[in-house]
């Protein structure tokens, strides 16, 4: 079963640190690339980040580019978010997505963890 | 990187149709054929719906159609059932490997 199991939420202090994970299961974890899409309380989606298959670029949106790093782990199927000076308006459900059924290259996130909350508040 | 406009509701009676626009600019859904829509009830993970602006994953209804012209895209539903009231969101590649989602559309069936 092809899945991915989000972890590592919870409450935060302004300026404070967070390392959220992701773990792959019943798919080439090391064959695609995979995102971070967070979703704020009330909000729409937010696309946040991107990591090429073998790790070799990352891309981010603007609202956290400087503060949040991803990474990858080929050989334990998992995708990493570290988010540092994090701030109120980062607080929401943070998602990791991958296109692995329809394959297509630049879209269609078929796959989709179940979210885990970040709260950033004092 | 500026959020794609969708209009904030839309609705239909059963059996109907509705249409939901999500316009960006040429930098995203009018420069690329990679334009998707999601599908979100309360409490679950998004569900891919529409990819590549007009193909369907197996397993989503033929009701559930994508088409895109210049900087607009839009996702038609025929046939409205109960179960096709959610949240809707677009989403638009935006070159250099970013992407663009937009501000969501919430489709009531009356």
């Known amino acids: 079963q092809v899945q991915l199991v989000e972890s590592g939420g919870g409450v935060v202090q302004p300026g404070g640190s967070l390392r959220l994970s992701c773990a792959a299961s019943g798919f080439t974890f090391s064959s695609y690339g995979i995102h971070w899409v967070r979703q704020a309380p009330g909000k729409g989606l937010e696309w946040v980040a991107f990591?090429?298959?073998?790790?070799?670029?990352?891309y981010y949106a603007d609202s956290v580019k400087g503060r949040f790093t991803i990474s990858r782990d080929n050989s334990k199927n998992t995708l990493y978010l570290q988010m540092n000076s994090l701030k109120a308006e980062d607080t929401a459900v943070y998602y990791c997505?991958?296109?692995?059924?329809?394959?297509?290259?630049?879209?269609?996130?078929?796959?989709w963890g179940q979210g885990t909350m970040v709260t950033v508040s004092s | 990187q500026s959020a794609l406009t969708q209009p904030p509701s839309a609705s239909g009676s059963p059996g109907q149709s509705v249409t939901i626009s999500c316009t960006g600019t040429s930098s995203d859904v009018g420069g690329y054929n990679y334009v998707s829509w999601y599908q979100l009830h309360p409490g679950k993970a998004p569900k891919l719906m529409i990819y590549e602006v007009t193909k369907r994953p197996s397993g989503v209804p033929d009701r559930f159609s994508g088409s895109k012209s210049g900087n607009t895209a839009s996702l038609t539903v025929s046939g409205l059932q109960a179960e096709d009231e959610a949240d809707y969101y677009c989403s638009s590649y935006a070159g250099g490997d970013n992407w663009v989602f937009g501000g969501g559309t919430k489709l009531t069936v009356l």
């Open positions: 990591i090429r298959h073998d790790g070799s670029n990352k």
């Open positions: 997505a991958t296109s692995v059924v329809v394959a297509a290259p630049f879209d269609g996130f078929d796959i």
